[in-house]
């Protein structure tokens, strides 16, 4: 099994979105017994709530449910637990980085770098912003995981 894990901030808004997204497809293709997917938050701000209702309501016009995730902080075991981990913007990767356990073994990297978006680098948090920018956070991410289940295909082939 490969597990993807994305990361944000509260784990309430980008890396839910993220996880549900890539979900709903891995499912679509059939790809569930040989893919699994994740998301937690570098801080513990939102430890056990539901995605924010913006986050839901975006995902659900697009057939993605999410409402069901809750959020959890990351931990050091998951740079063992986990083939791969998505920060969604550069500040979560360097938290990322700075908390890598020495016997890591996740390749832990950007999303929309990871994935090769040469437009965007980095998914922009939606929290303090209106329902369009929950919108084309969700665009961003679909976006990205297209070229993501390319990737994964590869792997788990």
């Known amino acids: 099994m490969y597990k993807v894990l994305f990361v944000c901030t509260g784990n309430i808004c980008r890396s839910p979105t993220a996880e549900g997204v890539l979900r709903h497809r891995v499912e679509a293709l059939g790809l569930a017994d040989k893919i699994a997917v994740d998301s937690a938050g570098t801080h513990a701000?939102?430890?056990?709530?539901?995605?924010d209702q913006r986050s839901v309501v975006a995902a659900k016009k697009r057939g993605i449910l999410i409402d069901g995730l809750r959020a959890r902080k990351i931990a050091p075991g998951d740079f063992t637990e986990f083939n791969l981990i998505l920060a969604l913007d550069f500040e979560h990767l360097t938290h990322l980085r700075r908390m890598e356990p020495k016997d890591a073994t996740a390749c832990t990297d950007l999303f929309l770098e990871y994935v090769g978006n040469t437009r965007e680098k980095e998914v922009p948090d939606p929290y303090y912003s209106d329902t369009q920018h929950f919108e084309y956070v969700?665009?961003?991410?679909?976006?990205?995981?297209e070229p993501l289940v390319e990737k994964l295909k590869m792997e788990v082939s």
């Open 138 to 145: 969700l665009d961003l991410i679909e976006s990205g995981v």
């Open 45 to 51: 701000y939102h430890v056990g709530e539901a995605p």
